[in-house]
Each structure stands twice: as C-alpha cells, then as structure tokens.
C-alpha cells in the first residue's frame, strides 16, 4: 500500500482503524453519504475535522431549492440553472440534479430535518437571485442551514455511524494497482486514536467543504482551507473550474482591515424585497437587468463592485427598513441577531455590504456518480465539480447538490463487489514529503489572493499573485533540499500548505481563461467568449510533480477527456 504521488510531511501512523468506507467531512454531502451508506450495509466511519456540526452547512442561511411548489417543474429549475452557469453547466449533472432533487428533500425529512410551513400547511417556499419561481425551502427563517445540520448529526448518532471528531486528513492511502485504500490523518484529543494515524478501507468519500479562507474576507468558516481539493491533487485526481469562486454580493461589510469569516446577509432578504442602495439611497442594480436585485449572484457582485468604483466608495448598502421590525424578527432572527452584535440595527437603517469570498464552483472532477479519477475515490458537495453549477452557481443549489449526488455515491459503492475487500495495514511507505510551511503564510496567502485573484482580475494581477505564490513554495522546497527543515507538522502549517496548494492551482486556472464568464470576471477581457473558452480547465499534479493546467476540448464533462498539450508553463509542486 502506497500514497500517490507526494505527501504531506508528517509522522507516520500510530494506529489503524478499518471500514468499508471513510466518509471525509460531515456537513449534508458527507452525512448523507454516511447514513446512506451504513443503511446498504456498509461499515462506515465518518472523519470531521472539527465537531460534527461546524462545516458549512450550519451557516446556510437562504434554504434548499427544488421543484415543490405548485406550478413548479423540474424543467424550469433546470432552465434556471443553466442559465446561471454561464454555458459551462453539463446538463445532465443538472437534470439529475433537478429531478431526483425533490423526493431527495422529502427524504431529507422524513430523516428529521423541519422546514417552515406556510399558513395553508405546505413548505413554505421563496426566491432567491436567478430563480424565476419560489422554490426555496427554509427552516427557522434564516437558519436552514443549522436545521438539516441538526437532523443528520442526530441521525448519524442514532444509527451508531462510527464518528472520529477533532481529526485533519493529510493523504490518501493507494494499493499496488492505483486503487484507493484509504487515508492518512491527524486526531487531536481522541484518546487511543491521538496523534497521525490511518483508516483502512477500499472506498472514500471526499465532502470536505470549500477553500474560501484561501481569501481574506469570506463567508466560510476557519475550517475551509481546501484540504480535500490539496489531497486530491497530491493522489493524482483531476480537479476543474477553479478560477469561478463565487462572491456573495451581499456579506456584512466589517471594515477595510476585517479579516476571515464574515457574516453573510443572505439573499433571500433581497428575495423578500430588499433594495441595493448606494451612499446616496439610489438603486443601482435597476437596468443591469430583467431580476434586478435578484439577478444571479456574479451579476449582482459586478453590479455591487462597479458601483463602488464609480463611487470610491468601500461597500454599498442593503435597505429592508420598509420590512418592519417583526419580519426582520421572524424571518431573519440570525441576520438580524448578526448585525446588532456589529452595531448595526437594520430595522432602522440601510445595511453596509460588500462581496466577500463564497462558494467554490469546481471542484474535484467527478462523474454523475460522484467518482473521481481515482478508482475508490469519490467526492460530493462543495470539495466536488460535478458540472451542475458552471461558471456560477445558482442560489441555494448547493444543499441539494449535496444531498442529490451524496445518495448517488452511496448507491456506487453499494453496488461495487470491491467494497468487501477491506485492505490489510501495511507498513507506511518512505516517500520524499512535501514542504510545509509556516503558519504565518496564511495571513500572506490570503493577502495575496485577495489582491491578485479576488472579484476583479487581470493577466497582471494574476502574474503577480502567481510569482509571490511561487516565491512561498520555492523558498519551502529550498529550505527542505537543502539543509532538510522545514516547519513543524501540525494542523496550522498542514492548512497554510493546502491553502498554498489550491491557491497555485486556482491562480493558474484563473490566468488562463481570457474572457470574463460567471463569477470569472477579468477586467482585460471583459467579454465572454464562447468560441475559444466554452470548456472547461482541468488541473492535475503530474508525476515530475509539475502542476499541469489545461483547457479540455469541448464544455462536455466526462471526468476521463484526454488532456491537450499545456498551454502555459508547467508550474513546479
């Protein structure tokens, strides 16, 4: 048994658990993945790295959508999501999503998670930015998120689901044949499980969350550091469409110097009627186009950054005074809740926002069964690119992305003969390790990605962001070569060297496609082309440990496309 390609300088395992599948993560992709995996019979352990309920999911506040209302359709939410995707959506992955999605939420509660009903009794349902029909389900206003949260840790613990808390994973362990064979990890405070170790087992599910600390102002929580995108590279999988980070239009505006996760002002507010205002009180977004304020999330962040350059301003504002004090108090107790703490009262006055670092749109490079090109590797959620979201993703799609492709994988590994084969721990293989770095190059990562491959970009942006990035690895892999140090294994230099990993890979993917298209926005080329760039970049980390950027030849999405030549200088992993 071997790990593929490079590894994360670490100690070798102290111990070793085995299952049929390790689940990594535990947001709604992962535990889905998890309970329905132990309901097909399968020994599974779920590995969080932090508690069970402090993923992304928890902090979802819009809701979930799909197809339930009346006069709803399948059909017309695909209509929508491709529409948001800018021509990069693969429409089956959107289909599959669109139409298994419904029965996927009714599943979703009947596991336990409650949504809030309308006064006649059904789900009550709103809009969000690029949904022409009400299809957004909610729990406790603006807390959906923490609701499904809720309902699936109750559930994993109620079905005795093996959980191991507190626990980074570092690599993924490879048998002879390339297959997968489980991970590498580190457990803080689990008893016989503390310190580095393994779980054995011959299928693996990546849910892992996003990278928006990569940035830094975002909405995503500290454990965000593209871990599961950096291990997918090292094993040898192919990851695509990085450079479409998704900026949320509306994040609560903190001040120029505020760093890390931001609170979001979710857009159901302007779902429910909420106006963007500038310093002036004029209502900038009307004319840019037929939604308004409700346009898909990357027009609504262009529309919001173009505003503040006209204006010299630093953000611009949301008004929802006209909601009156007991909507803002039933409807959105935690948005609310969040702007008090900050001096804020939006009862009474316009709401400062701004954009800050989102949702990732690529991913891992899946198929419509989640597998990676890996074999026994899977991925779903925010870590994975299935194809649904293109080149943006639509509002409130991604818990049901979660759950839709979250049951597909499962239903895969139950119906792979290899899950039974549970591989035999062998001893941990002497490889060369990758460099760490210092914990303090997060705060220099975040810096210069905000500044060189943030909401607005350009080739000399890029260029400049790709050569300090450059400069921190190079000066990691020096210092290790030539007198053999490097940092300390721990969790902060683990995280500031996966932020370095998916930073390079992003900030590559980013200078290469010349056009702007979705949340892609390069101020040299301004318009989207869809003669040259309609497809998608793919990524991968070859054997020389080069890191090799390439656009595929069509916008199709099958996960094993051959590569075309480089078209950019290979950079060194």
Known sequence: MTTTGIRLHAPAPGWAIAADVVVVGSGVAGLTAALRCEAAGLTTVV?????????????????????????????????????????????????????????????????????????????????????????????????????????????????????????????????????????????????????????????????????????????????????????????????????????????????????????????????EGAHLVDGEGVRFMQGQHELGELAPRDIVAKGIMRRMQERGAEHMYLDARHFGADMWEHRFPTILAACRAHGIDPVTEPVPVAPAAHYASGGIRTDSHGRTTVPGLYACGEVACTGVHGANRLASNSLLEGLVYAERIAADIAGDPLHARVPAPVPYPEQPAHPLLPPEARFTIQRIMTEGAGVLRSAASLTRAADQLDRLHTEAREALQENGKTAEPGVDTWEATNLLCVARALVGAAAQREETRGCHWREDHPDRDDTTWRRHIVVRLNPDRTLAVHPTETAEFPPTAPFSQPTQRPQEQ
């Open 47 to 271: 590995v969080t790295k932090a508690r069970l309920d402090d993923g992304s999911t928890r902090w979802a506040q819009g809701g979930i959508a799909a197809a339930l209302g009346e006069g709803d359709t399948p059909e017309q939410h695909l209509d929508d999501t491709l529409v948001a995707g800018a021509g990069l959506c693969d429409e089956e992955a959107v289909r599959i999503l669109v139409t298994e999605g419904p029965d996927a939420v009714r599943r979703l509660i009947a596991t336990g998670a409650q949504f809030d009903e309308s006064s006649e009794g059904g789900l009550a349902l709103t809009r969000e930015g690029g949904h022409h029909r009400r299809r957004i389900a909610h729990a406790g206003g603006d807390a959906t998120g923490a609701e499904i949260s809720r309902a699936l840790v109750e559930a994993v613990r109620a079905r005795g689901v093996r959980t191991i808390e507190n626990a980074l994973v570092l690599d993924l362990l490879t048998d002879a044949d390339g297959r997968t064979a489980g991970v590498t990890l580190h457990v803080m405070g689990e008893g016989q499980h503390d310190g580095v170790g393994a779980v054995h087992a011959p299928a693996v599910v990546l849910a892992t969350g996003g990278m928006g600390q990569v940035y830094s102002a975002t909405t995503n929580p500290s454990v965000s550091t593209g871990d599961g995108v950096a291990l997918a590279l090292r094993a040898g999988a192919e990851v695509s469409d990085l450079e479409f980070v998704q900026f949320h239009p509306t994040v609560l505006f903190l001040g120029p110097d505020a760093e890390g996760q931001q609170p979001l002002v979710s857009e159901a507010v302007r779902g």
